[in-house]
């Protein structure tokens, strides 16, 4: 599973890379793309935390 995840982060990336020659802004796509991913991590990080703290209240500690 890990392998098939790795290999679509490689694609996306790949996909990102051959838009952004075909764009004429290439700075506001990579704004665009910096602020999706700053936002998609702190969500995950957010999502993370809030998953630990429900185990360690079901676990009572």
């Known amino acids: 599973m890990n392998a098939l995840k790795g290999f679509g ?3 996306l990336l790949a996909a990102a890379l051959v838009a952004m020659r075909e764009l004429a802004q ?4 990579l704004l665009i793309l ?6 998609g991590s702190t969500g995950a990080y ?3 935390r809030h998953r630990y703290r ?3 209240r079901i676990a009572g500690d």
Not at 26 to 29: D, H, L, N, P, S
Not at 34 to 39: A, E, G, H, K, Q
């Open 34 to 39: 910096t602020i999706v991913l700053i936002t």
């Open 9 to 11: 982060i490689c694609f």
């Open 26 to 29: 290439v700075e506001y796509a």
């Open 54 to 56: 429900k185990d360690r």
């Open 46 to 48: 957010l999502a993370s």
